[in-house]
C-alpha cells in the first residue's frame, strides 16, 4: 500500500478515540522495539525477573493486591470517561 502520510494521518483522526488509543499504542510499541531489537528470549528473561521482584514484594508485604473486578470497573470508567463527549460550557 502506497499512502501519503497527511492523507493517512487525517483518516486516522476520524477514528473513534479507543481505535486511535490503541493504534498509538501499536505504533510507541513498534518504536521501542525497534529501537531496542530485544529478542523474544531476553524480553522473557525481563519478565520473569519482574514476576519474581513482584513475588518477593508480596511475600514480604510490601505489594498489595488489587482484585480483577476492582481493576475491571477502574478500566471500563476510564474508558467510558474517554468516550463521553466533551462537556460544553453554560
Known amino acids: 500500500m502506497?499512502?501519503?502520510?497527511?492523507?493517512?494521518?487525517?483518516?486516522v483522526l476520524h477514528l473513534p478515540i479507543a481505535a486511535r488509543a490503541e493504534l498509538a499504542s501499536r505504533?510507541?510499541?513498534?518504536?521501542?522495539?525497534e529501537e531496542r531489537?530485544?529478542?523474544?528470549?531476553a524480553i522473557?528473561?525481563?519478565?520473569?525477573?519482574?514476576?519474581?521482584?513482584r513475588?518477593?514484594?508480596?511475600?514480604?508485604g510490601i505489594?498489595?493486591?488489587?482484585p480483577a473486578a476492582?481493576?475491571?470497573?477502574?478500566?471500563?470508567a476510564n474508558l467510558a470517561a474517554l468516550q463521553a463527549p466533551p462537556e460544553t460550557p453554560r
Open 2 to 11: 502506497d499512502f501519503d502520510l497527511d492523507q493517512l494521518s487525517q483518516a
Open 27 to 33: 505504533l510507541l510499541e513498534s518504536l521501542d522495539a
Open 37 to 41: 531489537a530485544e529478542t523474544p528470549e
Open 44 to 53: 522473557a528473561t525481563a519478565w520473569e525477573a519482574e514476576l519474581d521482584r
Open 55 to 60: 513475588e518477593a514484594d508480596f511475600a514480604t
Open 63 to 66: 505489594g498489595v493486591g488489587v
Open 70 to 76: 476492582d481493576v475491571f470497573q477502574r478500566l471500563e
